[in-house]
């Protein structure tokens, strides 16, 4: 039986301060021992799963963002009554028909019959076989003895394989998560003549413009955001854990996977590869807010150099200044960073995270889904607990319905009516001692939490983000993770172009075949994405 903690009712008169901080202890230790129990669950599950025996049910998600959802057909006062996908298009009407067979009837047809025209029936077929193609480059001597040769096509030079199948092992890895065993024993039965050395070159090498398109995305993408969400994830590399961290809008993904998720680390990934150290007004002033001494902040006052321009020379500038403990290093470090982002037009630029501490800089909002999910994961101890969970829970989907309403036509006399509604939920005393501690500690996160007032073109979450860096989580648990630095290079680039393309409504295969074949007609993705942005 599972531990379940029943506290008698206790007095209104016998609630002293006392006795309200052993309640509140009595339910923090109930809430581990039960958290425990889940845990052992847990890993009964893992055995049973390796003994191939049956999962245990999972539990859906809140659903707090669909359910807020505003349904046209009720605002017009008629009830939806049509099941899902009712709304069916004509599936073939925008196909392209590459042949036309006519079939005439089995059966003899009689004289002084009328013709009544076709019925049309479109089959779809996908045509999968190998096509070798023998490049004979003619060779000449001309009678001054010179010699001549026939060229192969640009997209061909250096390389054994045509471009539609690089294209096709470039998809299928980065886009289907295709193992490279299993692209080499797929291609064999089609009668590829194909290592697996040459699928992982394919795969790895010769990709510098794939690798600028990529890093050219970030820096375009935050010259013309108004705002970015972001997220990290697991990411291993040669056999260390490592992460990757998530940058990117309704127009573009950006990846980038290191061995650290530390503030300096996304600081610096911001500077979108042109790092450097800058002291100005902006840094000084993190570094104030920050606890920094004084005295360490009056050496970077004095120093003349005020512009580092790698991290080496930034230690060692450091080091001059008599800078030696570890915290003052990491706040000086976190604020030049910061200064140099101010000085490249960025403070105004709103970083929407999930509430994780090296996320919040610059203009700092929070993610509502993530907050509500800290109250959808309370472990109620008894019936009283579970009421005012489910209140609380009810109450918070009203407001962000508001919130979500604001957005669509923010109107200032609205934000006194909001900001005294987000008040009263989280301000507010529940018969759950922990539940009352969770809701004092949201409540101190106001103002990131209503950004929107302010900037309504804000999203009021990072689903975004989370769905971007899913691909991550796939594959971790598809092949663990890179092994060389390269791989890891290619990884993160191009699930920052497909991702990128799906969001701008370019297709990926489209996009893999326009550059290998250097054909040209998809432009740049970031034009692409500072083209959507502007408008």
Not at 76 to 105: M, N, W
Not at 158 to 176: D, T
Not at 257 to 278: E, M, P
Not at 365 to 383: D, F, G, K
């Amino acid at each position: 039986m599972p531990y379940r903690l029943v506290l008698p009712p206790i007095p209104p008169e016998q609630r002293t301060p006392l006795v309200e901080a052993l309640v509140g202890i009595i339910q923090m230790q109930a809430e581990q021992i039960q958290r425990q129990e889940e845990q052992i669950e847990l890993l009964k599950e893992e055995i049973r799963i390796l003994k191939g025996l049956k999962k245990r049910p999972r539990f859906k998600p809140s659903g707090m963002e669909e359910q807020t959802e505003t349904d046209k057909s009720q605002d017009e006062g008629k009830k939806d009554t049509r099941r899902p996908g009712s709304d069916k298009r004509d599936k073939t009407a925008k196909l392209v028909i590459h042949e036309d067979k006519i079939i005439a009837p089995s059966r003899r047809i009689p004289r002084g019959s009328r013709f009544k025209g076709y019925r049309d029936v479109v089959v779809q077929e996908l045509q999968i076989q190998c096509h070798n193609t023998r490049y004979r480059l003619e060779r000449w001597v001309t009678p001054q003895g010179e010699s001549l040769c026939g060229e192969l096509p640009a997209e061909l030079a250096g390389y054994h394989f045509g471009p539609k199948l690089r294209s096709y092992i470039l998809y299928q890895h980065h886009n289907c998560q295709v193992t490279q065993p299993l692209l080499h024993e797929q291609l064999r039965e089609w009668g590829i003549d194909i290592s697996t050395g040459a699928i992982d070159a394919i795969l790895t090498s010769d990709q510098d413009q794939f690798h600028a398109e990529k890093d050219a995305l970030l820096t375009r993408g935050l010259a013309t955001a108004r705002y970015v969400t972001v997220d990290d994830s697991g990411a291993r590399h040669q056999g260390h854990n490592g992460y990757v961290t998530q940058i990117g809008n309704a127009f573009f993904a950006w990846f980038c996977s290191t061995f650290s998720k530390s503030r300096i680390n996304f600081l610096t990934l911001l500077c979108a590869g042109q790092v450097c150290y800058r002291i100005n007004k902006y840094a000084l002033e993190y570094m104030g807010e920050q606890g920094l001494p004084a005295a360490p902040i009056q050496a970077l006052v004095r120093a003349t150099e005020r512009v580092i321009d790698d991290a080496v020379g930034w230690e060692a500038h450091l080091d001059r200044l008599g800078i030696h403990l570890e915290r003052h290093r990491r706040i000086a470090t976190e604020g030049a960073l910061l200064g140099t982002l101010a000085a490249r037009g960025l403070t105004d630029l709103v970083i929407v995270s999930d509430d994780a501490g090296q996320f919040n800089v610059l203009q700092h909002a929070l993610c509502w889904i993530h907050s509500e999910r800290l109250i959808h994961q309370m472990l109620p101890l008894n019936e009283d607990h579970r009421e005012d969970i489910e209140r609380v829970r009810d109450q918070l989907w009203e407001l962000y319905a508001d919130l979500k309403a604001y957005k669509l036509k923010p109107r200032k006399r609205q934000r006194p009516r909001l900001e005294r509604a987000f008040d009263a939920l989280f301000t507010q005393k529940t018969r759950y001692q922990g539940l009352n501690e969770l809701l004092k500690r949201l409540y101190q996160n106001k103002e990131e939490l209503l950004q929107v007032l302010e900037r309504p073109e804000i999203p009021l979450h990072t689903n975004d983000s989370e769905r971007d860096v899913r691909d991550y989580v796939k594959k971790r648990k598809v092949s663990g993770g890179t092994r060389s630095d390269l791989g890891r290079q290619c990884r993160d680039t191009f699930t920052s172009l497909k991702k990128t393309c799906r969001k701008l409504g370019v297709s990926f295969w489209d996009y893999l075949n326009d550059r290998i074949s250097q054909v040209g007609l998809i432009p740049p993705l970031p034009d692409l994405v500072a083209a959507a942005a502007t408008e």
